[in-house]
């Protein structure tokens, strides 16, 4: 008679894959949802499996690198996971270039893709503005949340207190005159930001440019796109035109990261 163990790794569920690997990804799922290190207690009282079967699939993802146990007993999510999650968010920023260049299109002015890593954002993807006069920002960089418009849409679905720690982690130093430099304050623009479905970098992070931004719904890491350009251009009138080209660009980049096996009909 087959072990427990062969017979779970070969078993298929419903959706046609093998069932220890859906319960494998979820568990790493539910270590990343509680901030990456849980004891088998708590996994077993989150996933509803038995203690048995979570320590058989801890014990090959520890052994794997995908996991790793610490001195306490606890697990912690391993340093195989980072390498993998890197050329995931490059090639995410890849999968979004389309939908950006359809940004650029209709708006005329610069799109970009931007990802909360850890406490900082990282653009991940970027199409310029056709404009002689335009805004570029450099893929890979790094900044502070607190003074963009994609740092405010990523932001302002997380709980306020989680909000507040991380602004006490950063600091909230000025980039121009008109930055949010108070948690008060940048709590109350995220208020804004999720009564009005888009959020705002009016001349906060560089003195002459405005950015409008919205989260990427049900993304599967922290994502918001946004488009930035002069001032002058970005004007309230462009606002009322450029945001609901936004919000559906983001709508439409959502279903196609969620879609399984249709990247090529869905552009990406």
Excluded at 2 to 11: G, I, K, L
Excluded at 143 to 164: C, D, I, Q, Y
Excluded at 227 to 250: K, M, Y
Aim: hydrophobic share 40%.
């Amino acid at each position: 008679m087959p072990s427990s163990s062969a017979t779970d790794s070969a078993r298929s569920t419903p959706s046609g894959g093998v069932q220890s690997l859906e319960r494998a990804f979820d568990l790493l799922e539910r270590m990343a949802d509680a901030g990456g290190e849980v004891g088998l207690s708590e996994l077993s009282a989150s996933s509803g499996l038995p203690l048995p079967t979570i320590h058989r699939l801890m014990r090959t993802l520890v052994a794997c690198g995908y996991v790793r146990q610490q001195p306490n007993r606890r697990y912690a999510l391993g340093p195989r996971l980072i390498r993998l999650g890197e050329s995931a968010s490059r090639l995410l920023g890849t999968w979004a270039r389309p939908y950006l260049a359809r940004l650029v299109e209709e708006t005329g002015e610069t799109a970009n893709m931007a990802l909360l890593d850890g406490d900082e954002i990282v653009y991940v993807a970027q199409v310029p503005s056709k404009h002689s006069m335009r805004m570029f920002t450099e893929v890979g960089r790094r900044v502070l949340p607190h003074s963009t418009g994609v740092g405010k849409a990523l932001l302002a679905g997380f709980p306020p207190e989680e909000v507040r720690a991380l602004l006490a982690r950063t600091g909230m130093p000025a980039a121009t005159d008109k930055t949010i430099t108070t948690a008060d304050g940048f709590l109350a623009a995220l208020e804004d930001v999720r009564r009005a479905g888009y959020a705002i970098d009016d001349n906060e992070q560089e003195i002459g440019v405005r950015c409008l931004a919205v989260s990427v719904p049900d993304s599967p890491t922290a994502a918001a796109i946004s488009i930035s350009g002069p001032a002058g251009r970005v004007t309230e009138d462009a606002t009322e035109r450029i945001v609901p080209v936004l919000q559906q660009t983001a709508l439409e980049l959502s279903q196609a990261l969620a879609s399984s096996g249709s990247s090529g009909s869905s552009g990406i």
